[in-house]
């Protein structure tokens, strides 16, 4: 049974910092290109961005670009997500996600396994 598990989401200030951890179980990590998404109430899940298995290659959402970097622990089967310069739009839940293989990454519904998500709340 495939399970994700988010954590370290929180209350931040404008300009802060946030670390978020996936933690993985039930597949060859190493084997699943992970993503991060984010939803705000009442709004559907929005791209932030995606690494490759190697975690060699990462792609980020251009409204977080230079601000997010995502990163992976294939040993400890663990998703990353360091979040700087926070801004209250940043404000959603955040959700990881997994896929064997995707066309477009960027897409939700190429992703099969979801964790429950984490809240990041940014106050201004």
């Known amino acids: 049974q495939v399970q994700l598990v988010e954590s370290g989401g929180g209350l931040v200030q404008t300009g802060g910092s946030l670390t978020l951890a996936c933690a993985t179980s039930?597949?060859?990590?190493?084997?699943?290109?992970m993503g991060w998404f984010r939803q705000a109430p009442g709004k559907g899940r929005d791209f932030v961005g995606r690494?490759?298995?190697?975690?060699?290659?990462?792609y980020v959402a251009d409204s977080v670009k230079g601000r997010f970097t995502l990163s992976r622990d294939n040993a400890n089967y663990t998703l990353y997500l360091q979040m700087n310069s926070l801004k209250p739009e940043d404000t959603a839940l955040y959700l990881c996600?997994?896929?064997?293989?995707?066309?477009?990454?960027?897409?939700?519904?190429?992703?099969?396994?979801w964790g429950q998500g984490t809240q990041v709340t940014v106050s201004s």
């Open positions: 996600a997994a896929t064997s293989g995707c066309l477009n990454c960027r897409v939700d519904k190429e992703y099969p396994y």
């Open positions: 690494i490759r298995r190697s975690g060699t290659s990462t």
């Open positions: 039930g597949l060859t990590f190493s084997d699943y290109e």
